[in-house]
Nanobody
Framework: EVQLVESGGGLVQPGGSLRLSCAAS????????IHWVRQAPGKGLEWVSS????????YYADSVKGRFTISTDNAKNTVYLQMNSLKSEDTAVYYC???????????????WGRGTQVTVSS
């Protein structure tokens, strides 16, 4: 069974940092791209960042470039999202998702975690 479990969210002041984790299981981790997507209060889903181990590619939304860094620990089957210089606009539930097709950087999601809440407030 495929599982994606997010952790690391919490309350942080503007300008602070958090590191989110996504622990993956139930599939060959190295073969699939992983994406971070967020949903702010009262808003729709927004794609944040993606990573593919096979091509060593990373991608970022314009709103987080220079502040967020995505990475993996293949030995732990875990994807991380390091978030620095956080703004109130970053407040959202953050989800990790699995790319549906092996060897593709993006095209569609087939599994989602339950999300972790990030709140940026003074």
């Amino acid at each position: 069974e495929v599982q994606l479990v997010e952790s690391g969210g919490g309350l942080v002041q503007p300008g602070g940092s958090l590191r989110l984790s996504c622990a993956a299981s139930g599939f060959t981790f190295d073969d699939y791209a992983i994406h971070w997507v967020r949903q702010a209060p009262g808003k729709g889903l927004e794609w944040v960042s993606s990573i593919s181990n096979y091509f060593s590619n990373t991608y970022y939304a314009d709103s987080v470039k220079g502040r967020f860094t995505i990475s993996t620990d293949n030995a732990k089957n875990t994807v991380y999202l390091q978030m620095n210089s956080l703004k109130s606009e970053d407040t959202a539930v953050y989800y990790c998702t699995k790319e549906a097709v092996a060897g593709i950087d993006w095209g569609g999601y087939d599994y989602w975690g339950r999300g972790t809440q990030v709140t940026v407030s003074s």
